[in-house]
């Protein structure tokens, strides 16, 4: 196991992202005694219990720890000097979180990336708060490198029927969205070949303007920027990236065509 020696791993478990795969299947494949809290169980989410958190504790005979490549892009490693049900119930209650405008919002915090943005957006007062009786938290990276976020562990355990306590502020929000597009603007650099900051800037806020929000909307318009040059400029073919009565996907396939097939 990279990154953590026996001690350490005596006091981890691994939290699984039920909505990425299977885990509760992978989870009895790779250890045949293994301590486990689904998340949604006994929550307003137990109707989702398909895609629900998985925490385990794996046994002494786990074969979970070898099979790392399979799950560190779907999972977190927490480690507190706790029980799991004390750690599963204080998880529970940071499933939603509050929002600055007073709403409620889904924390996937057991998503790498996103644990990876949240404890950046922390300071440590907060991170403490947060991690109740965690005190550590672990996320592999794209590149395989294993993220550290330390707390003292020594904070308030909260229960599920206290979801929602935890408050998002203006800042963490702020945070937490320039976080996600700066790694959203190196993956479309990728994605294009394009190193150019500025031009990957300019294309996301082109198609922004155009009503186009999501990642994959986003990738597609700037990919046929790309690939067609100043043609995406024609007046016709805005026309149809604008049309307001067709939805969104439509929009760029029709524009596709066009300028695929020389119409524009």
């Given at each position: 196991m990279i990154g953590l020696d026996e001690t350490t791993r005596a006091k981890a478990c691994i939290l699984f992202d039920g909505a990425l795969f299977d885990a509760p299947r992978f989870i009895y494949e790779h250890d045949d005694q293994p301590e486990l809290e689904y998340l949604f169980l006994g929550t307003p989410h137990e109707a989702a219990m398909g895609v629900t958190p998985c925490l385990v504790k794996p046994s002494e005979g786990t074969r979970l720890w070898r099979a790392q490549s399979e799950w560190r892009n779907k999972a977190i490693i927490l480690v507190s000097d706790n029980?799991?049900?004390?750690?599963?119930?204080?998880?529970?209650?940071?499933?939603?979180?509050?929002m600055?405008?007073?709403?409620?919002?889904?924390?996937?915090?057991?998503?790498?990336?996103?644990?990876t943005r949240l404890m950046s957006a922390l300071?440590?007062?907060?991170?403490?708060?947060?991690?109740?009786p965690v005190r550590e938290w672990l996320a592999f990276q794209p590149d395989g490198e294993l993220s550290r976020f330390d707390s003292d562990g020594s904070q308030l355990a909260r229960n599920a029927l206290e979801e929602g306590w935890f408050l998002l502020t203006e800042n963490h929000v702020a945070v937490l969205s320039q976080s996600a597009r700066h790694e959203f603007v190196e993956k479309l650099g990728r994605f294009l070949d394009i190193t150019d900051r500025a031009r990957l800037e300019q294309l996301i806020n082109e198609a922004?303007?155009?009503?186009?929000?999501?990642?994959?909307?986003?990738?597609?318009?700037?990919?046929l920027a790309v690939v067609h040059g100043e043609r995406i400029k024609l007046a016709e073919i805005r026309t149809i990236l604008s049309d307001s009565e067709l939805s969104t996907g439509a929009r760029l396939q029709a524009a596709d065509n066009h300028l695929a097939y020389g119409v524009a």
């Open positions: 029980s799991l049900p004390l750690v599963a119930g204080h998880l529970r209650s940071l499933l939603s979180v509050q600055p405008d007073g709403g409620f919002s889904y924390l996937r915090y057991y998503a790498p990336r996103q644990l300071n440590e007062q907060e991170r403490a708060r947060f991690s109740g922004t303007a155009l009503g186009f929000r999501t990642e994959k909307e986003v990738s597609r318009y700037a990919e």
